[in-house]
Nanobody, 124 residues
C-alpha cells in the first residue's frame, strides 16, 4: 500500500514537499514515480526514480523546479516542488513497479501499485 501526503494550497512561487510512504513492501525493490492529474485532463508523468537512484527522469514542465528522492530506510519517496505555478495544480499520485523497464518509466500503465493521491492547489 502506498500513502501519499503533503499536498495543500500554496501561492504561485511557493514550495511543497510530497511524501509517499509504503507499507507491506520494501521500496528498495521498486522503481518509484510520481504522476499527476489535473481536472479534465489525463494523468501525466512527473518524475521517477529507479531502484538504485541511477536515473531520475523529469517531465519537461517540471525540470529544474521539482526534485525526486527516496529514503529506503524510511520506505518513503519524496517530491520537492519549488517555484510552483498554477498549472501545477493537480492530484499527485505515487506509483511503484518492480519490473518497469527504463524506456517505460514515464508510462503510467507500467506501474502496478498506486497511492490514493494528494491534492496540490497553486493559486495565482
Amino acid at each position: 500500500q502506498l500513502q501519499a501526503s503533503g499536498g495543500g494550497v500554496v501561492q504561485a512561487g511557493g514550495s511543497l514537499r510530497l511524501s509517499c510512504i509504503a507499507s507491506g513492501r520494501a521500496i528498495n525493490n521498486y522503481h518509484m514515480a510520481w504522476f499527476r492529474q489535473a481536472p479534465g485532463k489525463e494523468r501525466e508523468f512527473v518524475s521517477a526514480i529507479t531502484k538504485t537512484r541511477s536515473s531520475t527522469p523529469y517531465a519537461d514542465s517540471v525540470k529544474g523546479r521539482f526534485t525526486i528522492s527516496r529514503d529506503n530506510a524510511r520506505n518513503t519517496v519524496y517530491l520537492q516542488m519549488n517555484g510552483l505555478k498554477p498549472e501545477d495544480t493537480a492530484v499527485y499520485y505515487c506509483a511503484a513497479s518492480a519490473t518497469v523497464i527504463f524506456s517505460s518509466l514515464r508510462v503510467a500503465n507500467a506501474y502496478a501499485y498506486w497511492g490514493q493521491g494528494t491534492l496540490v492547489t497553486v493559486s495565482s
